[in-house]
C-alpha cells in the first residue's frame, strides 16, 4: 500500500485529502530562538498557528507540509501536538533550506556523513520524536547560485532519496543545471524532485520552467498570495494576475501533471514579523476562486491540490 510519513507516523496515500506542499509552521533564520527581542511565549506560537491549522481543516484541507529546513526552527514535538489538536496531518522534513541556512556542524559535514543523517531521520525518526520525515528539503543559496555546500546537501538528498523512496523539494529553482546533473548522477528520476519557487516576482523570470517539465521534474507554484497588492508586500512578492496568467499558461501547455501549488506561509514567523495578511488559507480563499473564475474545472483543482502532491509525496521502494 502506498504511504507517506506524517508527524504522528506513517498514513495511506488516500488519506492525505487536499495538500499545501510547500508551507512552515513557524521558519527563522538559525539563531533567531536566541534573541529575546522576537522569543515567543508557547502559548503565542500556539495562538497563532491553531485557528489557520483549523481553518485549513474547516475549508477542506487534509495534509499540511512543513518544509522548515533542521536549523530554521524545525520543532517536531510541536507539530505532533498541532496535527493531534487539529486533525490535520503534519508532514515534516529533514534537510536544509539551503547551505546558508545550515549551521557549521553540518556545513563542515562530508556527503557520506549528511546522507547518513538524512536516511535516519526518515526511516529511524527526527532526534528523540519517533517522527520520520516524509520529504527533504534542499535549496539555493543567497546569490542565486548553487554553492559548493548546497551541492554537498543536494548529492546527500539525491541518495537518501534514492534509498528511502521519499521525495526533495527545492527552495528556488534558479541555476538548475548542477541539481540536475546530481540527481542523474546519483540515479534519481526528476519526477521525485519539485523545483520549488519557480513563480515569486525575482526568480520567475530567471527560472527555465520549460526545461525543467521537459526533464521530467516538478515545478512549485507555491508562493502563491505573495502579492504586491498586499499592504506591505515582501521584495519576492508579485502581481497577482501575473502569477494567475504564468500559471495557467503552463497548465494550458499541458503541464498539469508536473505542476504543485502552495503559499508558503508561515503560521507563526520566528525572528521576523511575517508578511501580514498572508497564510497558508489563501489556497481556499483566493487561489481556488481565481481559477474557477479563470475557467478551471473542479477535476483540474483536484488534480493540483489532491492528485499530484499525493503521486509525489507517496514514498516509492
Ligand atoms: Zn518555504
Given amino acids: 500500500m502506498s504511504r507517506v510519513n506524517t508527524v504522528l507516523g506513517s498514513v495511506p496515500t488516500e488519506e492525505l485529502g487536499a495538500v499545501a506542499v510547500h508551507e512552515h509552521i513557524g521558519y527563522g533564520m538559525p539563531g533567531s530562538e536566541l534573541d529575546t527581542q522576537w522569543w515567543k511565549t508557547p502559548e503565542e506560537r500556539y495562538a497563532e498557528t491553531v485557528p489557520k491549522l483549523r481553518r485549513f481543516r474547516e475549508y477542506g484541507g487534509g495534509t499540511f507540509v512543513d518544509v522548515t529546513g533542521i536549523c530554521n526552527g524545525r520543532d517536531v514535538d510541536y507539530y505532533k501536538s498541532l496535527s493531534a489538536k487539529t486533525g490535520v496531518h503534519i508532514v515534516a522534513c529533514t534537510g536544509f533550506v539551503g547551505g546558508d541556512t545550515a549551521l557549521p556542524h553540518f556545513a563542515r559535514a562530508t556527503v557520506d556523513y549528511l546522507t547518513r543523517h538524512f536516511v535516519h531521520e526518515i526511516t529511524v525518526g527526527i532526534a528523540d520524536t519517533g517522527s520520520r520525515a516524509g520529504v527533504i528539503k534542499v535549496g539555493v543559496s543567497r546569490g542565486g547560485r548553487m554553492t559548493e555546500l548546497d551541492k554537498r546537501i543536494y548529492r546527500a538528498a539525491a541518495r537518501a532519496s534514492v534509498a528511502t523512496g521519499v ?3 527545492t527552495h528556488l529553482a534558479i ?3 548542477p541539481a540536475v546533473d546530481i540527481f542523474e ?3 534519481l528520476p526528476l519526477h521525485r524532485v519539485l523545483f520549488g519557487h519557480a513563480d515569486d516576482g525575482p526568480n520567475a523570470p530567471n527560472t527555465p520552467h520549460e526545461w525543467i517539465f521537459e526533464r521530467g521534474g516538478r515545478i512549485g507554484f507555491d508562493t ?3 502579492e504586491t497588492e498586499l499592504e506591505d508586500p515582501p521584495f519576492w512578492a508579485r502581481p497577482r494576475q501575473e502569477r494567475l496568467d504564468h500559471f495557467l ?3 494550458n501547455k499541458g503541464y498539469l501533471d508536473q505542476l504543485l501549488v ?3 506561509a508561515n503560521c507563526s514567523p520566528l525572528g521576523w514579523p511575517g508578511v501580514k495578511g498572508h497564510t497558508v488559507n489563501y489556497l481556499f480563499t483566493d487561489l481556488i476562486p481565481d481559477l474557477r473564475e479563470a475557467g478551471v474545472d473542479d477535476a483540474t483543482i483536484k488534480t493540483l491540490l489532491e ?5 509525489f509525496l507517496t514514498i516509492r521502494n
Fill in 167 to 169: 521525495p526533495i523539494l
Fill in 175 to 177: 541555476d538548475p543545471q
Fill in 185 to 187: 548522477e546519483e540515479g
Fill in 224 to 226: 502563491f498570495g505573495y
Fill in 249 to 251: 499558461s503552463l497548465v
Fill in 262 to 264: 502552495s503559499a508558503d
Fill in 307 to 311: 492528485d499530484n502532491p499525493a503521486d
